[in-house]
């Protein structure tokens, strides 16, 4: 559990220190286009820490469960009904994730060799916090695919109850 807090703390802080990098960059930028400097590689970072946040970003939002749902399909089940379905959710995210980490690594290897023209850092730098977003959800999905089957051995959890949690 302190292994998971440590994690969750280091996403935070890393995502904090992305988005101020993100506005002060922006700022910084239009301060000196407003006296007519340009900074030529200031796009190349703004397009870098975007990507990074909305992927690192994307991870917070799986691991709290706060994903877009079909709560309309979800609520007209009976409890064992959406069990099932519930089931069945999380084999093809894991499917869909196995899918996405196999085409992010080939795309991280296949970008290494290209390099950005301002920066002239690989372009496998953009597509990394993709492979590692993937990589990220599909552990949290096991993680909490496996606590919730202890629960269940242990009759902490009944069937029909709520798998990943509440949504």
Same mark, same amino acid.
């Given at each position: 559990?302190? +292994?998971?807090?440590?994690?969750?703390?280091? *996403?935070?802080? @890393?995502? $904090?220190?992305?988005?101020?990098?993100?506005? #002060?960059?922006?700022?910084?930028?239009?301060? &000196?286009?407003? @006296?007519? %400097?340009? =900074?030529?590689? $200031?796009?190349?970072?703004?397009?870098?820490?975007? *990507?990074?946040?909305?992927? %690192?970003?994307? *991870?917070?939002? &799986?691991?709290?469960?706060?994903? =877009?749902?079909?709560?309309?399909?979800?609520?007209? &089940?009976?409890?064992?009904?959406?069990? /099932?379905?519930? *089931?069945?959710? %999380?084999?093809? %995210?894991?499917?869909?994730?196995? +899918?996405? =980490?196999?085409?992010?690594?080939?795309?991280?290897?296949?970008?290494?060799?290209?390099?950005?023209?301002? #920066?002239? =850092?690989?372009?496998?730098? @953009?597509?990394?916090?993709?492979? /590692?977003?993937?990589?990220?959800?599909?552990? /949290?999905? +096991?993680? !909490?695919?496996?606590? !919730?089957?202890?629960?269940?051995?242990?009759?902490? #959890?009944?069937?029909?109850?709520?798998?990943?949690?509440?949504?």
């Amino acid at each position: 559990m302190k +292994v998971g807090i440590f994690f969750n703390r280091l *996403i935070y802080y @890393f995502l $904090s220190i992305l988005i101020i990098c993100l506005v #002060l960059l922006v700022f910084v930028n239009v301060v &000196f286009r407003w @006296f007519g %400097i340009s =900074i030529f590689w $200031s796009e190349e970072i703004t397009k870098l820490l975007f *990507i990074w946040i909305t992927f %690192i970003g994307a *991870i917070v939002v &799986f691991q709290k469960n706060k994903h =877009i749902v079909s709560e309309i399909l979800f609520e007209h &089940f009976q409890k064992k009904v959406k069990w /099932i379905v519930e *089931i069945i959710d %999380i084999f093809l %995210i894991a499917m869909i994730l196995v +899918v996405l =980490i196999i085409a992010s690594i080939k795309l991280v290897i296949l970008q290494m060799k290209t390099i950005t023209p301002a #920066l002239m =850092i690989p372009y496998s730098v @953009f597509s990394l916090p993709a492979l /590692i977003s993937f990589f990220a959800m599909f552990i /949290i999905l +096991v993680k !909490r695919f496996h606590s !919730r089957l202890i629960k269940i051995k242990q009759g902490k #959890l009944k069937v029909g109850e709520d798998l990943l949690g509440e949504r």
